[in-house]
């Protein structure tokens, strides 16, 4: 395709808001789709970054029209971090406070992000049940009946929810894909995406098939396909998966549920990332394992739509992030029952955040305080040759000789502990007990080369995951 086959918006438009829908469609070219075709609504175009930008535009303005949300008033909402953020985009550009509960589950990327566009963030157990007063959507509606002027959106029981999808999401992947569609795939969040879209379809007399994609832990593929909750358990695919069916979701329009692993669904998101260059986020790797499964299955053409439900930029440090993965456990590793086993940041892989015994302290405290550790190893010529924390650095500021400036230029060797704890790698775990018993960390060599550092939660958390 040259760059004049591709359409161009040709005046600008007037708001942000006038941005949100309209969104591209792309066919999956290089994945194994089986016998069919795959496309991907691209909902990661929206102005905030996610399908979410629709619903909120939708129940923001039926809650104006209804004279629920007056000027001056909050808007509370109990969100995932997707529809909090396009609550904040619309409620802002309408002059709006916000305010939004959030389980503590969420990345940081949404959460920072919210917080910069002005957002009152509140954060709640996510491993709670629904009823509990820490539960995010229970809370939120507590809030919103305190603050006068107070709106709870309440996104499960929103009538204008899905009534957006209907209008707007669903007409444009029936004009998109010329009225072809055999299998439609969503997740289920608050249920409006599905339910919209799948009215919609079903309105125009399409026969294609409704199927749910679930994480593994949710209760809703249990009730649509056996009518009875599947086992509750914790996920780390954000935005969709419920332990109860909300209001706004019509299970009868459903036909078919998968239960997809986080494993798989990470696995899915990176795959798609590299080889069809879509960065996208966590719960997308759901939807589009759900669609790979299902088109695997078939034994002649289909045409088959799902959803890039948002960009992966809000997920770099966990979907896209090696060691993190790997600290969940949602990587296979080959396991050699010795210190290894523990080490998910290596300095050979550049993991480990380091410094030299020649850089000042105020060097040294800016990487700590920027990479969130509160020690560094300090190398020299590729050799480990001492390690610093926090209280050398505190023990320095406590000498009174000098000024605090000329304290902070002191050389990181001026304050590093020498006299380090160090385990071979190939020790057994039983080594590091002395170690954790003296407030210390684990220093692994192998030889004299320097691997990585082992600490208390590191041990917790290799026996957790391989219990």
Known sequence: MSMSDVPVLTRPVGSLLDLIGKTPMVEVTRIDTGPCRLFLKLESQNPGGSIKDRIALSMIEAAENAGWLKPGGTIVEATAGNTGLALTLVGKQKGYKVLLVIPDKMSKEKIQHLRAMGADVRLTRSDVPHGHPEYYTDMAERLAQQIPGGYFVNQFANDANSEAHFKTTGPEIFEQMEGQVDAFVAGIGSGGTITGIARYLKAQGSHAQIILADPVGSALAGLINEGVAGPDGSYSVEGIGQNFMPETADPDLIDKAYSIPDSEAIATVRDLLLKEGILAGSSSGTLIATALRWCREQTEPKRVVTFVCDTGAKYLSKVYNDAWLADQGLTQRELHGDLSDLITRKYANGDVVVIGPDDTLDTAFKRMKGDGVSQLPVIQDGRLVG??????????MNTDEI??????????????????DTLQVTE??????????RDRVAIVLDGETFVGLI???????HLSLNR
């Open 428 to 437: 057994s775990l039983d080594a590091l007990i002395p170690i954790f018993d």
């Open 403 to 420: 000024t605090r400036k000329e304290r902070f230029a002191k050389p990181v060797s001026s304050a590093m502990t020498r006299d380090l």
């Open 455 to 461: 600490a208390r939660t590191d041990l917790i958390n």
């Open 387 to 396: 390690i610093l924390d926090e209280s050398d650095i505190v023990h320095i």
